[in-house]
């Protein structure tokens, strides 16, 4: 199916995916989906220096994960650029700009909107299979572990929602703290009836930013997409799609 823009993986297409995307990020936000299989445009020179020790796999991921960035921006008027790696790995965005970036092994996914509408952002996706059991207790604190049993959520799949909001949650925050956290720093709440999720966490560094960002996430065929955000104004942009979800 390489080359159709619609490329299978699980029960989803590539489509799909993008207005799940949409559906899930705050308004204003630009995306582009990309199967991994499918051959990366080549990438800038100054991106070139992160990719010495990639595996070839590895390599392809990044590629592809760049390569949504530049439509995702396209898509916003913006003309293509070098995104070079960043501090803690990020990607380092033009002036204006605010994104970013998630692969499985099968696909890549970027997100971008202008810093005047959207501070920070950050995806994740994953497939939608139940967290390993033996990760439980890595990512999830005892008290999210207690909520999920009442929440009418399965615990393998809820944990794997846990482990998405903290892995997007982590790309959001750190543009806008540079603070490095483990799993049982954010303690994530969910809102299982409209698919979204807040967080707070005891660490004073990143309490304040965590208590504004906003969480939304969907299950794509047998993936699972999230999206955190902290709008610019620190409140909540809600796009036509999600308010009513
Ligand atoms: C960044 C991280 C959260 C997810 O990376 P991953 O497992 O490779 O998964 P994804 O494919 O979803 O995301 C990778 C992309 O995130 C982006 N990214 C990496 N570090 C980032 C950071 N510090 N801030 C924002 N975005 C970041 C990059 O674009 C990266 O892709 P690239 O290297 O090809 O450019 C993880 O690798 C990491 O750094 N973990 C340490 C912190 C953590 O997970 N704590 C527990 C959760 S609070």
């Not at 005892?142 to 393998?156: C, F, H, K």
């Amino acid at each position: 199916m390489a080359g159709d823009g619609h490329t299978a993986y699980h029960m989803g297409t590539n489509t799909e995916l993008a207005d799940a995307l949409l559906a899930i990020a705050p308004f204003g936000v630009a995306c582009a989906v990309h199967a991994t299989d499918r051959e990366p445009e080549p990438l800038w020179a100054a991106e070139l220096s992160a990719t010495d020790r990639m595996s070839a796999k590895r390599l392809r991921e990044f590629s592809a994960g760049r390569q949504c960035a530049r439509e995702a921006l396209a898509r916003l008027g913006q003309a293509p650029v070098a995104l070079p790696v960043g501090p803690g790995r990020a990607p380092l965005w033009p002036a204006g700009i605010i994104g970013s970036i998630s692969h499985t092994a099968e696909i890549a996914v970027a997100v971008v909107a202008r810093r005047a509408q959207v501070r920070s952002l950050g995806i994740d996706v994953e497939s939608a299979d139940p967290l390993a059991a033996e990760l439980l207790a890595l990512v999830c604190r005892d008290a999210e572990r207690a909520a999920l049993a009442v929440s009418g959520l399965e615990p393998g799949p809820g944990a794997k929602l846990l482990f998405s909001a903290k892995e997007s949650l982590y790309k959001c925050l750190w543009p806008l703290t540079g603070v490095f956290l483990e799993f049982h720093d954010l303690g994530i709440r969910l809102d299982p009836v409209r698919c979204r999720f807040s967080a707070c966490s005891e660490d004073p560094r990143i309490a304040g930013t965590l208590a504004m960002i906003c969480g939304r996430y969907r299950r794509v065929g047998g993936l699972l997409l999230s999206c955190a955000w902290l709008d610019a104004s620190g409140g909540e942009i809600l796009t036509g799609t999600a308010a009513s979800d």
